[in-house]
């Protein structure tokens, strides 16, 4: 099975401009999350979707956004940036939503990410 | 809101040394938990996880953790470390019957010194 895959892997934008991310998940599961990865805070949940929905967001501002289409990829948009957008951002896909106590083999299938440099 | 901690960022050590990782997280309920490993230029991978039974989880690797729930903490151990170990390591926690949304801490830089 092929595994979570991400495009582009390395972007570099200017500071105002905006940026779409691309993710696909692993063949046959339906919930997408999206981390930022940075030095100082590691990582940090944007969103979930499940099913073209979103189910769980973090505390980003609404310069944030996604999608996920019926194929199950995602998408995340950045507008606006700013220069301390620069990170890695990561993907990671399950089968389904949540991790409960009988679900004992999900984990979260993380993908290589996109490190997006914001000058 | 779940919050996690991990102490001693940067961790140097010589092949064979012992290598444990503390762990301590904020939630009052019940918890899903996780190491996961970040080798230089790979993806994130999961090292090992508790969800519920015997608190002392062996995962990949040789490697293991405790979860103490008195502590809040989900320790991670190894008794021999190799060059190989060299890695970040997360530890993440998730609400039961929560969702996929991971709290993780910021992370170990483990160096093993050959």
Not at chain 1, 83 to 89: N, V
Not at chain 2, 89 to 101: D, I, K, S, T
Request: net charge positive; glycine share 10%.
């Amino acid at each position: 099975k092929a595994g979570v895959t991400q495009t582009p892997r390395y972007l570099i934008k200017t500071r105002g401009q905006q940026v779409t991310l691309s993710c696909s998940p692993i063949s046959g599961h339906r919930s997408v999350s999206w981390y930022q990865q940075t030095p100082g805070q590691g990582l940090q949940f944007l969103f979930e979707y499940f099913s073209e929905t979103q189910r769980n967001k973090g505390n980003f501002p609404g310069r944030f956004s996604g999608r996920q289409f019926s194929n199950s990829r995602s998408e995340m948009n950045v507008s606006t940036l700013e220069l301390g957008d620069s990170a890695l951002y990561l993907c990671a896909s399950s089968p389904l939503v949540g991790l409960g106590a009988n679900n004992k083999n999900e984990k979260l299938f993380f993908g290589s990410g996109t490190q997006l440099s914001v000058l | 809101a779940q919050s996690v901690s991990q102490h001693n960022h940067h961790v140097i050590l010589s092949e064979a040394a012992s290598l444990e990782l503390g762990c301590n997280y904020s939630y009052g309920g019940t918890v899903n938990l996780f190491w996961y490993v970040q080798y230089p230029g790979q993806h994130l991978q999961l090292l090992l996880k508790y969800f519920s039974g015997d608190p002392l989880v062996k995962g990949i690797k040789g490697f293991e953790a405790e979860f103490i729930k008195s502590k809040f903490s989900f320790n991670l151990r190894k008794p021999s470390v190799q060059w190989s170990d060299t890695a970040e390591y997360f530890c993440a926690v998730n609400a039961l019957y929560g969702n996929n949304r991971l709290a993780f801490g910021k992370g170990n830089q483990v160096v093993v010194i050959p």
